[in-house]
């Protein structure tokens, strides 16, 4: 895969998967909110702009949240819907 094409997309893996994890920092918490609009920034080079709907748009918020109300994975709710 192309080098620009990929970078994003890795960069965006890894905002979930820090953001998913069972510890983080605030100061993580922080530097993910600045990094998030620089990698859609990068995906909209790519991508066509039907691809950014609002699901796409909400992960933005997903770093802000995790600093109001605490890690992901204490409010998922898989383990009761298994």
């Given amino acids: 895969m192309d080098e620009k094409v990929l970078e994003p997309l890795v960069d965006l893996s890894n ?3 820090q953001l998913c994890s069972r ?3 605030m100061v993580v ?3 993910m909110e600045k ?3 620089v990698m859609f920034c990068k995906l909209e080079r790519i991508f066509i702009p039907a691809f950014f709907n ?3 748009h909400l992960a933005m918020h997903l ?3 995790a600093k109001v ?3 992901v994975i ?3 709710m898989y383990p009761f819907e298994r």
């Fill in 63 to 65: 770093a802000i949240e």
């Fill in 74 to 76: 204490y409010r998922w």
């Fill in 54 to 56: 609002v699901m796409v």
């Fill in 23 to 25: 510890t983080i920092s």
């Fill in 69 to 71: 109300v605490g890690l």
């Fill in 35 to 37: 990094n998030i609009a």
């Fill in 29 to 31: 918490l922080e530097q």
């Fill in 15 to 17: 905002y979930f998967k």
